[in-house]
């Protein structure tokens, strides 16, 4: 089984539709991203959360809310989809205990908002 | 801010060429420098590291990185591809002074034909 794991891997939804990414790892890691990957820009950090009572933003935060709620789940929600939201999505999680910070990505989800 | 540049965009080769990707990083303390790949469909995973000791770094595959210290790069290498290596390529820093918060670069795309 993935260690990390992300539902839905596919998604189009309409402009302005509520839309939850879920994120769950079986790592047992206290850290936990989203990245979002366009075309050209590479992955960009979108929020980032230490541990459960810790959210932080990332570079691109704007339009996007998370929620972590278990060391175990963390979920990405977009309020109002746009379309220039079409990305891949990407759930990643840390070792603060591993030397560097090592990532260790979930499969994506590809969304598209029309 | 640490920033990750990723010279080559688009790479097309032969089967049996060499490759080298660069990377050049902006930060002036110690850091940790990665290299991970996206095979098509697929999340990303480690490639290889760099923390300390050894600047001439192997990872899987039969890839190999060089951190020089004092050109701020962490170029990939590998003496021969593969029709499999096809793939994309993202170099990755991390350093204290960014809370060990994965940078990362735009990505290269390798293209290999048979």
């Known amino acids: 089984d993935a260690d990390v794991t992300q539902t839905p891997r596919n998604r189009i939804t309409k402009t302005g539709k509520r839309i939850m990414l879920e994120c769950s790892q079986t790592k047992g890691h206290d850290r936990m991203y989203w990245y979002r990957q366009d075309p050209g820009l590479g992955l960009r950090l979108i929020y980032y959360s230490f541990d459960v009572k810790d959210i932080n933003k990332g570079e691109i935060s704007d339009g996007y809310s998370v929620s972590r709620q278990a060391q175990a789940k963390f979920s990405l929600s977009l309020e109002s989809a746009i379309p220039n939201q079409t990305a891949l999505y990407f759930c990643a999680t840390s070792d603060p205990g591993q030397a560097g910070n090592e990532q260790y990505f979930g499969p994506g989800t590809r969304l598209t908002v029309t | 801010a640490q920033s990750v540049s990723q010279h080559n965009h688009h790479v097309i080769l032969s089967e049996a060429a060499s490759l080298e990707l660069g990377c050049n990083y902006s930060?002036?303390?110690?850091?940790?420098l990665f290299w991970y790949v996206q095979y098509p469909g697929q999340h990303l995973q480690l490639l290889l590291k760099?923390?300390?000791?050894?600047?001439l770094v192997k990872g899987i595959k039969g890839f190999e990185a060089e951190f020089i210290k004092s050109k701020f790069s962490f170029n990939l290498r590998k003496p021969s591809v593969q029709w499999s290596d096809t793939a994309e390529y993202f170099c990755?820093?991390?350093?204290?002074?960014?809370?060990?918060?994965?940078?990362f670069g735009r990505g290269t795309s390798l293209i290999v034909h048979p």
């Open positions: 760099y923390f300390s000791g050894d600047p």
């Open positions: 990755a820093v991390t350093g204290p002074g960014g809370s060990y918060i994965p940078t």
């Open positions: 930060y002036g303390g110690t850091v940790n």
